[in-house]
């Protein structure tokens, strides 16, 4: 039952790492360059928009449980005596902690927060908000194709 467990989650892993990978990379090849085409009062209007419309109960869920799976994987694989796929899950779960958790929360959403209550033109706003936001989204939708990685190099290990 344990090792039945073990694989759910360790799938479950690759999963909801593959999904934040895959939304950050949409972002950063097609929402912000989408947005950066139109004018900045629309692409401000747009962004607040998204911003709003993405804080909702399915991404918040997949959100924080992408770095909880791998790291429960990953003490789980250890109590199995399979140490070197129990850290490639750890490795994979400080991570995306690091890289992408860390940084959303502590660049990505306090920018989203500035802009939302940003005054003045929405050319300078944009100009302020997008080349910033686009290079912390790339990090952090690097640390998470990364994880994913080291969570597939989990499982083959395992």
Same mark, same amino acid.
């Given at each position: 039952?344990? /090792?039945?467990?073990? #694989? ?11 999904? *934040? !990978? ?9 929402? #912000? ?11 401000? =209007? !747009? #962004?607040? @928009? ?5 804080? /909702?109960?399915?991404?918040?869920? *997949?959100?924080?449980? !992408?770095? %909880? ?32 958790? %860390?940084?959303?929360?502590?660049? /990505?959403?306090? *920018? /989203? ?7 003045? @033109?929405?050319?300078?706003?944009? !100009?302020?908000? @997008? ?12 640390? @998470? ?5 080291? =969570? =597939? %190099? ?5």
């Amino acid at each position: 039952m344990t /090792n039945l467990v073990t #694989m759910a989650v360790g799938v479950l892993s690759v999963l909801l790492l593959g999904a *934040m !990978a895959g939304l950050f990379f949409a972002f950063s090849t097609s929402v #912000m360059p989408g947005l950066d085409a139109i004018e900045p009062e629309r692409a401000v =209007a !747009a #962004m607040r @928009s998204a911003n709003r419309k993405i804080l /909702n109960p399915l991404f918040l869920l *997949m959100f924080l449980a !992408a770095p %909880v799976a791998p790291i429960v994987t990953g003490v789980l694989l250890m109590t199995q005596d399979r140490t070197d796929a129990g850290v490639a899950f750890l490795v994979a779960g400080g991570v995306y902690v690091v890289g992408a958790f %860390v940084v959303t929360s502590g660049v /990505n959403v306090p *920018m /989203n927060n500035a802009l939302e209550a940003g005054t003045g @033109s929405a050319e300078r706003l944009w !100009a302020d908000y @997008s080349p910033r936001w686009q290079r912390w989204n790339l990090i952090r939708g690097l640390a @998470s194709f990364v994880a994913l990685g080291i =969570a =597939a %190099v989990g499982l083959l290990l395992w």
